[in-house]
């Protein structure tokens, strides 16, 4: 998760007074699990699972590279590539800006000794110092925006050096609500944790047996020290994540989830957020002009036939 | 009767790769064969793939292809149902199902029902078909196919056990989704489908076998879990979730006979009342009759009246005038 930081000035809505729809939390050691949310972790994981096999083959590559973090989503990631395709064809890549966190590099780290996999660290510090050398003054939201565009670059040069494609760690969560850098963060050739929520991703998680202080850790950007997304977003995810799956999966409109128990300045905020995002989750719009148009009218599946390099 | 082996091919068609499909299609008739099967069901668009979107038109076969006339010979002693892109002498393309016998296409069925909504976008790419029969098979029973959502339309079970079927099978291509811990089965889609089958079999006293395809095609996964049922709406066979594989289930089809004996419940189908209801609703929805049980100010076809817009929303509205 990175930069970026979501169109919020509604100040301090803190919780529901009762669970929605009478489903009360689960509570597991390590996290809060909304109830609604819950997946079967066994079959997410075989789909998954097939469809990283599935893309790689379609496009005719044997390896992965994945941008290491130290948090829960791209760990999960890296988890659940090794898993499918062992973790010998996963180089992780730890790209740490010189104010991250010392206990994110530590846990990446970890994440690759438990798996076993190929690692790089690329320290960024210099090319983002560079750049904004002669602008000291610019925000921690240009910093951020720049420095995810940076890992972008990074891991797209070790697509070529790796031949390995660069595989999406953004979870359904922070897309929606715009939490992303575009073309940085989001940038990928497929996204497998894509479709699921932060609590899905802390279950799926648990069942990958994801180091427990990964998973016990409040999510964080890492662009300086102390941020934490929910401290940013000023909303807890499990609230987050249950107010996203009724208001977009389950169609309730915004009176039904304030009936429901969801304060409406919330749910107000939360929908500004949704709607001022969507040109993050979609391929920019080209002009139409001639007689098929990429997108438009010209569709195909982007697997198709004679796509596979080589 | 003698004892029906039925294989399932339950495989992960490549996208748009016909030349690959169709030869993976003939290997797996033999292995059918060497089994001792006596029908052998592909999934739907098992020659082609699934989301094809504008490769449809690439990869569309005209009846007399000789590509679909080699797999009919290939299929010879044996009854085998195969789903691909028809293209009509018009130049319209379909959803296929043919069911293959004695060397020839004994009959094709063209998707009724286009999906077109959610992650589907069907009715853009193809036309649909306008003809539901049941037709008699080598088997010694008839045959009745569906492709994927033709059963979500409850006419259609109905007519085509109505029609003479014994046997009705659909094949998909069904993307799973909704992964609730809830799910009885851990997948959404898998538990409707389980309960449609098994409600089917049970209401037109048929034999219901579904085969569905696994694999992905870009972001959708396809889940399997292939079945055959018996008439009394019981699972015979149920084949695994997302694996591929050709499996094989026995039936007798001395069930239909028993079951419809026990439970006659086609003997007592009133398909005139259907026509009869079915004829005035159409009038009514097109302004052509009057409903005389509808409120004066409904709408066609819609018994009730809308209520005030705002307190209700159109079609409701609290107890009757």
Same mark, same amino acid.
């Not at chain 1, 960024?124 to 602008?135: C, T």
């Not at chain 1, 993050?280 to 004679?306: C, E, M, N, S, W």
């Not at chain 2, 994927?148 to 993307?175: M, R, T």
């Not at chain 2, 006293?205 to 696994?214: A, K, L, Q």
């Given at each position: ?47 998954? *699972? ?24 791209? $760990? ?36 690759? $000794? ?23 003054? *610019? ?65 799926? $998680? ?14 964080? *950007? ?8 929910? $401290? ?42 949704? *709607? ?35 | =009767? ?23 299609? !003939? ?33 569309? =076969? ?44 004994? !009959? ?88 449609? =089958? ?19 095609? &870009? ?7 292939? &079945? ?11 084949? %695994? ?22 439970? %006659? ?5 009133? %398909?005139?009342? !259907? ?47």
């Amino acid at each position: 998760m990175t930069a970026s930081r979501p169109a919020g000035d509604v100040g301090a809505p803190k919780g529901v007074s009762r669970p929605a729809g009478g489903v009360g939390a689960s509570m597991s050691a390590l996290y809060e699990m909304p109830a609604e949310l819950a997946i079967d972790t066994s079959i997410a994981r075989r789909v998954i *699972a097939e469809f990283i096999r599935g893309q790689l083959r379609q496009a005719g590559f044997e390896k992965t590279v994945v941008g290491l973090s130290g948090g829960i989503d791209s $760990a999960v990631v890296a988890f659940l590539v090794a898993e499918a395709i062992g973790a010998e064809r996963l180089l992780a890549v730890l790209m740490p800006y010189r104010t991250s966190s010392p206990a994110s590099r530590t846990d990446a780290e970890t994440v690759v $000794a438990r798996l076993g996999c190929a690692s790089e660290v690329v320290d960024i510090s210099p090319m983002v110092d560079a750049f904004f050398a002669n602008d000291q003054d *610019a925000s921690s939201l240009r910093r951020g925006n720049f420095m995810a565009r940076q890992r972008m670059a990074v891991l797209y040069d070790r697509s070529v050096t790796w031949s390995g494609l660069v595989v999406g760690t953004g979870n359904k969560t922070e897309s929606l609500i715009g939490y992303t850098t575009l073309f940085g963060d989001s940038a990928c050739a497929f996204n497998p944790i894509g479709d699921l929520y932060k609590s899905q991703i802390r279950q799926m $998680a648990e069942a990958l047996g994801v180091p427990e202080a990964i998973i016990r850790k409040a999510p964080s *950007a890492d662009l300086w020290p102390g941020q934490t997304d929910e $401290a940013e977003a000023d909303i807890s995810y499990p609230l987050l994540d249950r107010l996203l799956f009724w208001r977009v999966d389950k169609r309730r409109s915004v009176d039904e989830v304030v009936a429901m128990g969801f304060e409406r300045t919330l749910v107000e905020r939360v929908d500004r957020m949704i *709607a001022s995002s969507e040109f993050k989750r979609q391929v920019p719009p080209i002009a139409k002009l001639g007689p098929r148009t990429a997108g438009v009218d010209y569709l195909y599946p982007r697997r198709r036939p004679g796509s596979a390099r080589g | =009767m003698q004892p029906l082996r039925i294989a399932l091919a339950q495989i992960a068609p490549r996208l748009g790769l016909l030349d690959e499909n169709l030869a993976r299609h !003939h290997e797996i008739i033999e292995e059918a064969r060497g089994k001792g099967a006596g029908l052998v069901v592909f999934p739907e668009l098992g020659l082609t793939g699934y989301l094809l979107q504008d490769l449809a038109a690439e990869v569309a =076969m005209r009846l007399d292809d000789p590509r679909l006339a080699t797999l009919a010979s290939a299929a010879k002693g044996m009854s085998v149902i195969v789903s691909f892109v028809e293209e009509s002498g018009d130049h319209r393309l379909f959803i296929a199902a043919a069911l293959l016998e004695e060397g020839r296409i004994a !009959h094709v069925h063209r998707k009724l029902y286009l999906p077109t909504y959610g992650l589907f976008d069907e009715r853009r790419f193809f036309a649909a078909g306008d003809l539901l029969r049941a037709v008699p098979s080598r088997l010694g029973v008839g045959v009745g196919l569906a492709v994927c959502e033709d059963f979500w339309h409850l006419n259609v079970p109905q007519i085509l056990a109505l029609d003479g079927a014994q046997i009705l099978v659909n094949v998909s291509s069904s993307p799973g989704r909704d992964l609730a811990a809830t799910n009885e089965v851990g997948l959404g889609t898998a538990t409707s489908w389980r309960n449609l =089958m098994r409600t089917y079999a049970q209401l037109t006293t048929s034999f219901v076998i579904f085969c569905n395809r696994v694999g992905v095609d &870009e972001s959708i996964s396809f889940w399997g879990g292939s &079945e055959v049922i018996a008439p009394s709406g019981e699972a015979v066979f149920s084949a %695994p979730f997302f694996e591929e594989g050709l499996f094989t289930a026995d039936i007798s089809l001395a069930d239909v006979r028993r079951e419809r004996i026990g439970l %006659p419940l086609l003997r007592d189908e009133r %398909p005139e009342l !259907h026509v009869r209801e079915l004829a005035r609703i159409v009038a009514e929805r097109a302004g052509l009759a009057t409903d005389s049980t509808a409120d004066d100010l409904a709408e066609a076809g819609l018994d009730v009246a809308p209520g005030d817009p705002i307190e209700n929303p159109i079609g409701f509205r609290a107890g009757r005038r």
